[in-house]
């Protein structure tokens, strides 16, 4: 899967091609992170999202994956980013919901 994440990578794309369906780096993090490997996930979310930027999955996934090693100020800021292009108020997504969550718990109180 690495070898395939890294060859997408390198392979330029067409401008007028459609981009890939699910980038493989994104792929290699969700792998990662079902294996139980969130430091080695979070570092293929992050390649990912300098090439797909505001993508869904790759944010909610760094974001979980900062989760679970702990990296609140990360986790924080990927969730941020995926409330901020995907809160429609109407959605239902269970990723969306988990974010805000998180969120509303970081939140210092005010006296």
Known sequence: MNAAADREDKTEKHPVTP???LPAMELLGDMLLQMNEPGKSLEAYESDLKKHPN???GLYGAGLAA???NKPDKTNFYF????????????????LKAAKLFLKKRKPLVN
């Not at 941020?80 to 990723?95: D, F, Y």
């Open 19 to 21: 981009g890939e369906v």
């Open 55 to 57: 993508r869904f999955n």
């Open 67 to 69: 989760e679970r090693i």
């Open 80 to 95: 941020q980013q995926l409330v901020g292009i995907a809160n429609s108020g109407s959605s239902n997504r269970p990723e």
